[in-house]
Nanobody, 122 residues
Framework: QVRLVESGGGLVQAGESLRLSCVASGRFFSINTMGWYRQAPGKQRELIATITSGRSTIYADSVKGRFTISRDNDKNTVYLQMDSLKPEDTAVYYC????????????????WGQGTQVTVSS
């Protein structure tokens, strides 16, 4: 019913930029809060940024001032602009939809994409 697909990951050098995209497809009425998470080898998955349907945002301290989350509701897409990348940003980045409203009182929660690899070389 709902699928999240991330794209835009890759290999870059420290100081460079990447822009990640996450497209939600399927049959649904709306999605409230969406977020980006990342998980590095041997570490827990951590929250990077969230954005509400009203475009209110929250950022982790580690990326504040460097990353920008945005969304285009008409395109059902959330973006993560990643500037001034550091080697410690290397991780698999996952897109998340907190609540997907399907209609008829049905809701899906915590829908995840499959992730996209970001590797930053020093």
């Amino acid at each position: 019913q709902v699928r999240l697909v991330e794209s835009g990951g890759g290999l870059v050098q420290a100081g460079e930029s990447l822009r990640l995209s996450c497209v939600a497809s399927g049959r649904f009425f709306s999605i409230n809060t969406m977020g980006w998470y990342r998980q590095a080898p041997g570490k827990q998955r951590e929250l990077i940024a969230t954005i509400t349907s009203g475009r209110s945002t929250i950022y982790a301290d580690s990326v504040k001032g460097r990353f920008t989350i945005s969304r285009d509701n008409d395109k059902n897409t959330v973006y993560l602009q990643m500037d001034s990348l550091k080697p410690e940003d290397t991780a698999v980045y996952y897109c998340n939809a907190a609540s997907v409203f399907l209609g008829g009182g049905r809701v899906l929660t915590n829908v995840w994409g499959q992730g996209t690899q970001v590797t930053v070389s020093s």
